[in-house]
C-alpha cells in the first residue's frame, strides 16, 4: 500500500485533519490489531497551529507502533502555515505502562525494533535494533524528514506479514 506525496506543511489544522481522515479511511489493519486513538490536540481557537497527533496501534504478540507528530506555526510573513518540525514513528516491543489515555509509555531511549525521528535536536535520524541516532546522513534509500506516517504503517504491517528484516521492506542501508 503506498500513498501519494506527503505533505509536511498543512494550511490548516482543518486541511491536516481532512487528509489524514482520507487515509486513514484507506488503512487496512489486520483483524488482531487494536488502536488507542488516534489522539489530537488541537491548536488554541482561531489559529492555525501548533497541533499533535498520537496514535498507537498494538497486536497481540506484543509489539506494537507508536505515531506521533507535532506542527508548528510558519511565521505569518510565510503563511503561517503548520509545518510538521517533529515526528517519532516507533515500532518495537509493547510496554506495560500507560499514560491517561491509555497509550504505551515509551521510554525515550528504551529498545525498538525500528523508530524514525525528526527533532530540533538531532534533526532526521533512525534508531534501528542496537544502534541508536543514526544520522540521516549516514542512510541510503530513505528520507526520513518527508517519510510518511501511513506508509510507515504499511511497512510495518508488511514486515509482519512477509518477516521480511525491516531494512529490506523500507529499502534502506546505513552507510559505515
Given at each position: 500500500m503506498?500513498?501519494?506525496?506527503?505533505p509536511v506543511k498543512f494550511a490548516s489544522y482543518n486541511d491536516f485533519k481532512s487528509w489524514f481522515q482520507s487515509r486513514y479511511d484507506r488503512l487496512t489493519l489486520?483483524?488482531?490489531?487494536?488502536?488507542?486513538?488516534?489522539?489530537?490536540?488541537?491548536?488554541?481557537?482561531?489559529?492555525?497551529a501548533p497541533w499533535r497527533v498520537?496514535?498507537?496501534?498494538?497486536?497481540p504478540d506484543s509489539k506494537y507502533i507508536r505515531i506521533c507528530e507535532n506542527y508548528f506555526a510558519t511565521p505569518k510573513a510565510q503563511g503561517g502555515e503548520g509545518l510538521?518540525?517533529?515526528l517519532s514513528y516507533h515500532y518495537g516491543n509493547l510496554p506495560t505502562a500507560t499514560d491517561s489515555q491509555g497509550l504505551p509509555?515509551?521510554?525515550p531511549n528504551g529498545p525498538s525494533d525500528l523508530r524514525m525521528d525528526?527533532?530540533?535536536?538531532?534533526?532526521?535520524?533512525l534508531h534501528y535494533g542496537d544502534k541508536?541516532?543514526?544520522?540521516?546522513?549516514?542512510?541510503d534509500g530513505l528520507d526520513?524528514?518527508?517519510?510518511?506516517?501511513?506508509?510507515?504503517?504499511?511497512?510495518?504491517?508488511?514486515?509482519?506479514?512477509?518477516?521480511?528484516?525491516?531494512?529490506?521492506?523500507?529499502?534502506?542501508?546505513?552507510?559505515?
Amino acid at each position: 500500500m503506498q500513498f501519494a506525496s506527503y505533505p509536511v506543511k498543512f494550511a490548516s489544522y482543518n486541511d491536516f485533519k481532512s487528509w489524514f481522515q482520507s487515509r486513514y479511511d484507506r488503512l487496512t489493519l489486520p483483524p488482531e490489531a487494536t488502536e488507542k486513538g488516534p489522539f489530537y490536540t488541537p491548536p488554541p481557537r482561531g489559529a492555525k497551529a501548533p497541533w499533535r497527533v498520537v496514535w498507537c496501534i498494538l497486536f497481540p504478540d506484543s509489539k506494537y507502533i507508536r505515531i506521533c507528530e507535532n506542527y508548528f506555526a510558519t511565521p505569518k510573513a510565510q503563511g503561517g502555515e503548520g509545518l510538521r518540525a517533529h515526528l517519532s514513528y516507533h515500532y518495537g516491543n509493547l510496554p506495560t505502562a500507560t499514560d491517561s489515555q491509555g497509550l504505551p509509555l515509551r521510554a525515550p531511549n528504551g529498545p525498538s525494533d525500528l523508530r524514525m525521528d525528526v527533532d530540533k535536536y538531532r534533526g532526521p535520524h533512525l534508531h534501528y535494533g542496537d544502534k541508536d541516532h543514526i544520522p540521516q546522513s549516514s542512510l541510503d534509500g530513505l528520507d526520513i524528514a518527508t517519510f510518511d506516517l501511513f506508509t510507515f504503517i504499511a511497512k510495518i504491517l508488511e514486515h509482519r506479514a512477509k518477516g521480511k528484516p525491516l531494512n529490506e521492506v523500507f529499502g534502506f542501508k546505513i552507510r559505515t
